[in-house]
């Protein structure tokens, strides 16, 4: 199990994060040290300092909320390399949330922390611009030999090469997704919680995305869905079948009920009724416009369920 809980657990504000390489490693020691600093929650994992896609990791940092603290026992334990270390970092700075190495002095609740914190990106600007020189006088090199760039395994069909590149482009999705999983997780639930179809959820989700960010389809949104279900990260219940959509006349009735309880609401306030109750537009949108609404209205009236002009 990743998550260590003791009886009768309530959310804390300090949340531990302990990480050996190999299975055969142990991460008592630091359980006892992070269970003494007064973490009643640890999520522990198995996986090398290098590698960045770490499940346990992403779930992790995806569960603190705003003036929680991830906590560790020293820093090589949450990264290998100034950059991945400054990463983490950001994404706690973005969520509100604080950092704390036992052994280190870096704690970004205080501004000694926050100071060490700057120190740190300083040096990792320096780490990035000396990688990105060997990178280049590398592959320089290696051209002047004739050899060819990428991994050899996988241009040689290796089977281990291919299994490995694909766990790693799985761990990198994971990762991807719990990263933005704010920006569009909450209203899905939402969505799907009421019944509504993918494409209305869809929709939804398009009008209302990050400039600059990539327009969702509906493939892709369940895709993105799955994999969180599949990872506990989500309720099964949103894969569920959406429920039917409602029979036409039911929308007339809503908005002759609407205009029998109060006859002198305007177009734009009924609009704003059947957006407060969620009900979709005749297309599936979640905006009401005046036109949309003056439409349902005349064929209430065509109906019967509402008296002439």
Same mark, same amino acid.
């Given at each position: ?7 009768? @657990?309530? $959310?804390?504000?300090?949340?531990? *994060? ?7 490693? %142990? ?15 640890? %999520? ?6 290098? #590698?960045?896609? +770490? ?7 995806? +569960? ?19 950059? @991945? ?12 949330? @604080?950092?704390?190495?036992? +052994? #280190?002095?870096?704690?970004? %609740? ?20 000396? &990688? ?22 996988? !241009? ?26 704010? /920006?569009?997780?909450? /209203? ?14 869809? +929709? *939804? ?9 990539? $327009? ?6 369940? !895709? ?20 039917? /959509? $409602? ?8 908005? /002759?009920? &609407?205009? !029998? ?15 407060? &109750? ?11 416009? $005046?036109?949309?609404?003056? @439409? ?14």
């Amino acid at each position: 199990m990743p998550f260590r809980m003791q009886a009768g @657990h309530r $959310p804390m504000a300090l949340v531990g *994060y302990a990480r050996v390489s190999t299975e055969d490693q %142990a991460t008592a020691r630091q359980l006892d040290e992070l269970s003494a600093a007064g973490c009643r929650e640890v %999520a522990e994992e198995h996986a090398s300092g290098g #590698d960045r896609d +770490r499940p346990v990791l992403a779930r992790t940092l995806a +569960r603190l909320k705003p003036g929680d603290t991830l906590v560790v026992v020293s820093l090589d334990r949450l990264a290998r390399s100034l950059s @991945h270390l400054l990463g983490v970092l950001e994404d706690l700075q973005a969520r509100g949330a @604080h950092f704390r190495s036992l +052994r #280190d002095p870096v704690d970004t %609740a205080s501004p000694q922390g926050l100071f060490t914190l700057q120190v740190l990106g300083a040096a990792a600007q320096l780490e990035r611009a000396l &990688i990105r020189e060997r990178t280049r006088s590398g592959m320089r090199a290696a051209a002047a030999r004739g050899s060819r760039p990428g991994n050899p395994g996988l !241009r040689a069909g290796d089977p281990a090469a291919r299994r490995a590149t694909s766990e790693a482009r799985r761990a990198s999705y994971l990762a991807r997704l719990v990263a933005g999983a704010d /920006a569009w997780l909450p /209203a899905v639930q939402r969505l799907r919680t009421d019944g509504r179809a993918w494409d209305d959820v869809v +929709r *939804y989700l398009n009008a209302r995305r990050a400039l600059g960010a990539p $327009p969702w389809t509906s493939e892709r949104l369940v !895709r993105a869905v799955r994999r969180m279900v599949a990872e506990g990260l989500a309720e099964p219940a949103l894969l569920a079948a959406a429920r039917p /959509a $409602p029979a036409p006349d039911r929308l007339l009735a809503v908005v /002759a009920g &609407i205009l !029998r309880s109060d006859p002198g609401a305007t177009l734009r306030q009924i609009g704003a009724r059947l957006e407060a &109750i969620r009900e979709p537009t005749p297309r599936g949108g979640a905006t009401w416009q $005046p036109g949309s609404v003056a @439409h349902v209205v005349a064929r209430a009236r065509k109906a019967g369920l509402l008296p002439g002009p």
